[in-house]
């Protein structure tokens, strides 16, 4: 059971926008940041969000984040077949003392 | 920047596990070194992170089997963690985060450990 709480899965066709949700707490999404990464199986994941909602360089301006209280999300704009990954939400988690992330989301591209 | 996990891909259970992670293409110092691990079918489980000074910080779920280290001169930092059941399966991620930046930008493609019993 992960302590941020995401979606199994997400899906959309192409060219739709799709978003996916990442629910926390007051002790981490509530007062730190949160980050996303894009991860397909057996490559080193990567940074797609951080700080809630920038982007480093070479990420699209396809993908954006938003954090609201103690929950933050992930949007795709413009969805594309290369889009298909997991998505994972992180956040510092003060009572844990510890980073902590949602349990992944599973994008498909129909 | 470029990092690799290296190390045996299977562990007798209640042996130490051990890992080394080797940066490549810039310098340890001056960052925050983490293990992530992921069991399989799971998520991502934060380990601790280690300073290129040596100063650690362990999740405290796993603090009393967990040891790190860090080398230098090889650019490398390692991790141990003692006592190893079947739960610790699972793939094993080093990861950097810059200081004030709170977010891990670099991560290794990981490596896969099985614990046997």
């Known amino acids: 059971q992960s302590v941020l709480t995401q979606p199994p899965s997400a899906s959309g066709t192409p060219r739709q926008r799709v978003t996916i949700s990442c629910s926390g707490s007051?002790?981490?999404?509530?007062?730190?940041?949160v980050n996303w990464y894009q991860h397909l199986p057996g490559t080193a994941p990567k940074l797609l969000i951080y700080r809630n909602n920038q982007r480093p360089s070479g990420v699209r301006d396809r993908f954006s984040g938003s954090k609201s209280g103690t929950s933050a999300s992930l949007a795709i704009s413009g969805l594309q077949s290369e889009d298909e990954a997991d998505y994972y939400c992180a956040a510092w988690d003060n009572s844990l003392h510890a980073w902590v992330f949602g349990g992944g989301t599973k994008l498909t591209v129909l | 920047v470029q990092l690799q996990e290296s190390g045996p891909g299977v562990v007798k259970s209640s042996e130490t596990l051990s890992l080394t992670c080797t940066v490549s293409?810039?310098?340890?110092?001056?960052?925050?070194w983490s293990w992530i691990r992921q069991p399989p079918g799971k998520g991502l489980e934060w380990i601790g992170y280690i300073y290129y000074s040596g100063g650690t910080d362990y999740n405290p779920s796993l603090k009393s089997r967990v040891t790190m280290s860090v080398d230098t001169s090889k650019n490398q930092f390692s991790l141990k963690l003692s006592s190893v059941t079947t739960a610790d399966t699972g793939v094993y991620y080093c990861a950097r985060e810059e200081p004030g930046y709170y977010y891990m930008d670099v991560w290794g493609k990981g490596t896969t450990v099985t614990v046997s019993s």
């Open positions: 293409g810039g310098s340890i110092s001056s960052y925050y």
């Open positions: 007051s002790s981490n999404i509530g007062s730190n940041n």
